[in-house]
């Protein structure tokens, strides 16, 4: 289900000729060494016995972001995002997709890509070891960055919004080196390049880099508590089996109900579908729980949509499903079924109706 909080900036009008593809190690925030985020994982085999690079690169500086991928001959091949820069030292206007255990994790829009690395500015040098010397890091040496954006352009996604996937070693696929140009002449390429574009392009959830609290307040992690206190079996796992059984019975409903016109848009915005009855549009939200659903987790990004769209809005409601989990092989079955349907036509979202759950204070 939709996550709430600050929205990811849109990157509307992006040409994909100029794209670059980076894999990088798995961290949740990469802004440096933290408890329980202490280095990249996976990525490469640098990342195995040393402390990869990306570890900063969506850590704030004064509003700039300086990025890290690994490149075969320390070189990145400008000429490959833009064949007019093959003299060059730099492309500007970039959008660099940062991938990470085959998922999008995060993208910088409108980078500097440089084709073999600079220096960072002494006082960011200065300010990272600093970081690195609180949290006990004493053996990592500063590299280079070979990609810089302004923050306003960047987005990173929550672990759990961290689902678009891209193909490994397939006809078409990522491959084995860390960089991937765009290539619109490989037609198996060119079909999820293209999806993954329109997925950044029409991102409007939470962003880690404007909202971090976001990783700890999202709608997946409330409603996994909520299931856990009323004595489900809930994880990341079940959540997401849960999420797509429900979708698809909401599907069925609306479509019994006279509706048509479907777009899935659950991954992207603070909705999960919309669709169209009599040449109206709507909205739909999809919410499905072990539970008798008599409270339901509602975002914030929810909450302020519905309440731009009242008489446009539609409740599916999948409670009570049942949930059963084995083991097959050493392999883990999780299976979802039954479940009761309520369906809402327009909502009412009465103040005295809405409890909160979490606040932020600012400390003066």
């Not at 600050?6 to 009008?13: A, D, E, F, P």
């Not at 919004?161 to 891209?166: F, H, L, N, P």
């Not at 579908?273 to 909205?283: A, D, L, N, S, V």
Request: charged fraction near 30%; charge should be positive.
């Amino acid at each position: 289900m939709p996550t709430s909080g600050t929205q990811g900036k849109s990157l509307q009008g992006h040409t994909p000729r100029r794209v670059l593809f980076a894999r990088v190690g798995s961290m949740t925030y990469y802004s440096g060494p933290q408890p329980d985020d202490e280095r990249p994982r996976g990525g490469g085999a640098h990342n195995r016995t040393k402390i990869g690079h990306e570890l900063f690169n969506f850590a704030n500086f004064d509003g700039r972001l300086f990025g890290f991928v690994r490149a075969k001959n320390n070189r990145i091949k400008l000429e490959k995002i833009d064949p007019e820069a093959a003299a060059s030292d730099r492309v500007d206007n970039v959008l660099v997709i940062f991938v990470a255990r085959q998922r999008v994790v995060g993208w910088y829009g409108r980078a500097v890509v440089l084709r073999t690395g600079q220096a960072f500015p002494k006082a960011i040098e200065t300010e990272m070891t600093q970081r690195l010397r609180k949290a006990g890091v004493w053996s990592y040496s500063m590299s280079q960055h070979r990609f810089e954006c302004a923050i306003e352009d960047a987005v990173l996604l929550p672990t759990d919004e961290r689902t678009e996937k891209v193909p490994g070693n397939v006809k078409g696929g990522y491959g084995q080196s860390n960089i991937r140009y765009f290539d619109d002449r490989d037609r198996r390429a060119r079909a999820w390049m293209n999806r993954v574009f329109e997925y950044v392009d029409n991102y409007d959830k939470a962003n880690l880099l404007t909202a971090p609290v976001e990783q700890t307040t999202t709608e997946a992690a409330a409603t996994i508590a909520q299931e856990r206190v009323a004595g489900f079996q809930s994880d990341a796992e079940i959540r997401r089996e849960i999420e797509l059984y429900s979708m698809g019975i909401a599907y069925k409903k609306l479509k019994a109900e006279g509706y048509s016109d479907f777009k899935d848009t659950s991954k992207q915005k603070p909705y999960d579908y919309t669709c169209t009855k009599q040449g109206r549009g709507y909205f739909v939200e999809v919410k499905g729980t072990q539970t008798e659903g008599r409270k339901l987790i509602l975002t914030r990004g929810e909450v302020e949509h519905a309440r731009r769209n009242l008489d446009a809005w539609i409740l599916v409601l999948v409670r009570q499903v049942d949930v059963t989990v084995r083991r097959n092989r050493g392999k883990r079955i999780i299976t979802v079924r039954r479940g009761s349907v309520t369906f809402k036509e327009g909502w009412n979202l009465r103040d005295e109706d809405l409890e909160p759950v979490q606040y932020i204070w600012t400390v003066n």
